[in-house]
Each structure stands twice: as C-alpha cells, then as structure tokens.
C-alpha cells in the first residue's frame, strides 16, 4: 500500500497548475457559470481532494481540464499549465491534447456504464490505448491488459478480454475503469465520484485499490467528490468548491479540525467522521446550492449561510484570504473562530 501519509505534507514538484479556470454553458434561460475562476494546484505523487454537494461545478472543472466538455460548454478565461505548457493553448482536438488524455493524464468517471463503450470487448478499450500512448503492438498490449485486469482483482482476466461491458457486474466495471485509467502509467489521475455508485464496502475496497495502483505507477491524484469523509481520509490537500468557486482549501488536517469556512463547516456535519469515538450526529446542511445562471456577484452560500451579516449582501463575495495553517485559504467574511488542535 501506499507510503504516503495522508495527512502529510507533500514532497514532490508541483506539476498541475490550474489558474482562474472560467467555464460557462450558455443556455437559452441565460449563461450557466458552472467554474468561476477556479484556481489549485497538484504535485508529483500528491492527492488532492476537490469537495463539494452536486452542482458546484466539481465534473465541469475536470472535463475543463481535459477538453472533454460537451457543447455549449465553453472555457471563457484562464490557465491549465501541465508540464511547462498552458494546455488550453491547444484545441481538445489537437495532437497534443489527444497524447495527453488517457497517456500523462487519465479521468476515471462516475459511470462506468457511459464511459465504457458498450460496443468494443473490454480487451479492445484496455488495448487501445497501450497501442496509442505506449507504442505496444497487439501481442504485447494484449499481455499487458491481462496483467491489468489481474492488478484490479478480475478473475481469470485473459479469458475475460473478450468479453463486453454488460457482462460485467457495476463494481467489475468499476475495476476496469481504474485498469483503463492507470493503464499507461499516466503522470496524474483524475477521479470524479469514482465509486460514489457502488456500496460502501465495495467503495472503499475499489478506493484502495486505485490509490495504491496508482502509488505503484508513481501517479497523481485528484479525488473529487461530494463526500468530504472520503477525502480527508486520502487526501494531503483540499479544495472545498460551492456555486463554481473554491471557498476554502488547504491541507488535510486544517480543513478537517480548523475548518474556516461556514461551507466546510456544514460539510462536516452533514458526514460521519471516522475520528470520532462517540460519533456525532449528522446534520444535513439546509438547502441545495444555486442554480448557477445569473449569480448575484455576492456570495453564493449566503440563502444557506449560518454566520451571514448584513455585509455579506452589500459587498462582492470575497476573495480567497490567508486563514491559520499553511496555504489554508477562505472565502469568506464570518469565518469560523479558530479553534485548537
Ligand atoms: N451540458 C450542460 N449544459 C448546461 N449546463 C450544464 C451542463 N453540464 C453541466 N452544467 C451545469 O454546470 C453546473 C456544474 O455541474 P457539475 O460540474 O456537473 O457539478 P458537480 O460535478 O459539482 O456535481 C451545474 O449547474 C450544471 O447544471
Ligand atoms: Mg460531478
């Protein structure tokens, strides 16, 4: 497994940068500003958590990152420098951005069932991209898919090669996306909701499974998800997102014990945490998160907010501010008194 620890401080260089990130989908009620200036950072062998409820524009930040967004998505403004190059300098149907997914940068999704093709045998998804990004002819991508398979626990992997995606169990599929994910040792791993379908035993043996692929292929993870348990127990660093913007980020431990943000602090409540021996009782923070047409430039979580003041009505919404611990960030006017350890 792996030797990280998980709330550690992170070593390696940094190798993701993804600056002020605009993305809007505009729709016939008006414009959809699903990431509004969204800014965070990833370094060699590091795991980032991307956190927050359904609608905060987690999915639409990654498939931004990637140039997989579906018409009429659009990137509007900023950066996504990988390498030394801001990505977004190329289409999503260039060379580059083609050699980039799925070879140093792989998205593990939420449904298998619609990102695995249902048409080709599982054998052909895994070989494809050996073929494409490893430069494997057939005999040595068909070898090295079956060991794949094995790596992700599927039974009698070579005879299964030939099989398609219906005839896999969910949870199966879910293992072959982590195999098709990490399948060209990709430099950095983008997991949206990767198990958020399965239940929880299955969840949490698939999320070790994936951390501890890609810890063998010296990878990168970004983890997003809606339930902030599962970050904190994986991840070095967390972004906290509502209403397409970051309101609080920094490492585990702050985020976890010395939350700042009124956000976070629902956040917390509404999961059962794994440190607590008595464990809490879990409230549900009230409300949903806005719908993202036409935004009031003031704070988002304001309807939802428990701290809110009359200034939080009059002003912008805040920018990012240095709270406690290091590269701890929060968005916010009120933020939540600084406790001890
Ligand atoms: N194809 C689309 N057309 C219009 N709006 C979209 C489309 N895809 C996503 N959105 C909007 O973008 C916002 C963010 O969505 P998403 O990134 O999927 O949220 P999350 O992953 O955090 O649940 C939502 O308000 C959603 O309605
Ligand atoms: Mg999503």
Redesign the pocket.
Known sequence: MSDQTTCGVPAGEEMLRVKDLETQ?R?DEGV?R??NGVSYSLREREIIGIV??????????Q?SIMQLL????KIVGGEVWFEGQNLLEYGPKSAEMRAIRGGKISMIFQEPMTSLNPVLTIGRQLTESLELHLGMNKKEARARATQLLDLVGIPSPASRLDDYPHQFSGGMRQRVMIAIGVACQPKMVIA??PTTALDCTTQAQLLELMLSTIDACKGSLVL?T?NLGVVARYSQRIYI?YA?KIVEQGLCRDIFYRPRHPYTVGLLKSVPRLDEVRGHRLVPIVGTPP??IDLPPTCAFYPRCSERTERCLTEPWPDLTAADGEGHLVRCYNPAERTGE
């Open positions: 989908f729709v959809v699903a990431v927050g409820e359904s609608g905060c524009g987690k999915s639409v930040s498939l579906q018409r009429p998505g949206d909701e997003v809606h997102m397409g719908n993202l």
